[in-house]
């Protein structure tokens, strides 16, 4: 069983990175409210887990997620700046 105070802080762990992922939605290429409901919807699918150890590993898996996300933004400006400025010739 997992005490009050690691509870807590696994619970404003979980609450920031929600938040940090909601943010990084904004530009996500299907649109927000798409983003919004994915990930609404995976939060809410693991919203039951009680164990410290699942929760740190969906929190690990989260941070992939946004790692990932990040990676499709910058491909995206970086192919958005080749071709604005380089001749595919």
């Known amino acids: 069983m997992v005490c009050g ?10 609450i920031r990175q929600y938040k940090q992922l909601l943010f ?3 530009e996500y290429p ?7 409901d994915k990930l609404h919807a995976g939060f809410k699918k693991n919203a039951d887990l009680t164990k410290a150890d699942e929760i740190e590993q969906k929190l690990k898996f ?8 990040a990676a499709l933004y910058h491909v995206r400006k970086y192919r958005a700046m080749k ?7």
Request: net charge positive; aromatic share 18%.
């Open 62 to 69: 989260a941070e992939y997620i946004e790692r990932e996300i």
């Open 5 to 14: 105070r690691d509870i807590s802080t696994l619970r404003s762990k979980v």
């Open 30 to 36: 299907r649109g927000y409210n798409y983003f919004r």
């Open 83 to 89: 071709q604005r400025y380089y001749d595919d010739n």
């Open 24 to 26: 990084m939605g904004r």
